[in-house]
């Protein structure tokens, strides 16, 4: 079954300084992978995803995350944080576990606090 | 606007009140699910439906029910609430079920059981 792994419940930057949000997954096919975002008293809304194109992807918001197969990994970075970016993010990896079910494997999650 | 919704959002009841929270879509999807998101944990799948009348356990189901009518709509449940289904409840659908389909989230119910 697939997993991911998200290092750090909480990272703490100022704003203007360099974001980055660890995720390593674990699956034995190859990966579709998703980062996803919710704001305070929001649902989750989709940030960005892998699926075997190319390995950088940018996604919304100024954030990009790039697949390392090697490193099995899928960090998520942007290069100057604002205010707006903090919330709670998640590293998600699309599992087809019982072959009809593609649910969502999430991580536990990364809040991220932008101090001014 | 394409969305997901959830009613209610936010809700308190007792031990073995039975109660539903509701979950529709207006974008057509095959592909519905329900998690829930509790502290430290992440989000875990509770039931999914592929399409009408078709639903299966997801790795969380007891003490849920669920139900795939009609396609717009997939209602979450609790016959008899416990305490320990206290949680952050996320309905979500997507376009066909695929690995690669992104999933769609409503904005959550908060449920407290007392």
């Known amino acids: 079954a697939q997993s991911v792994t998200q290092l750090g419940s909480h990272v703490s930057v100022s704003e203007g300084a360099l974001v980055l949000l660890r995720c390593n997954y674990s699956s034995s096919v190859p990966p579709y992978l998703f980062w996803y975002v919710q704001y305070p008293n929001q649902g989750l809304q989709l940030l960005l995803k892998y699926t075997s194109a190319a390995t950088l992807v940018k996604g919304i918001n100024g954030f990009e995350a790039e697949f390392k197969k090697s490193e099995t990994s899928f960090h998520l970075t942007k290069p100057s944080a604002h205010m707006r970016d903090a919330a709670e993010y998640f590293c998600a990896v699309s599992d087809n576990s019982g072959g009809s079910n593609y649910k969502l494997t999430f991580g536990k999650g990364t809040l991220l606090t932008v101090n001014p | 606007e394409a969305q997901v919704t959830q009613n209610p959002r936010y809700l308190i009841t007792v031990t073995g009140k039975k109660l539903t929270v509701t979950c529709s879509q207006n974008?057509?999807?095959?592909?519905m699910s329900w998690y829930r998101q509790d502290p430290g944990l992440g989000l875990r799948q509770i039931y999914y439906?592929?399409?009408?009348?078709?639903?299966d356990k997801g790795d969380v189901p007891e003490g849920y029910k669920v139900s795939r009518k009609e396609k717009r709509n997939f209602p979450l449940i609790l016959e008899s609430p416990s305490p320990n289904q206290t949680s952050l409840y996320f309905c979500a659908s997507s376009l066909r079920p695929s690995r690669h389909n992104e999933q769609f989230f409503g904005p959550g119910t908060r449920l407290t059981v007392l």
């Open positions: 439906s592929m399409n009408v009348e078709v639903t």
């Open positions: 974008m057509n999807h095959e592909y």
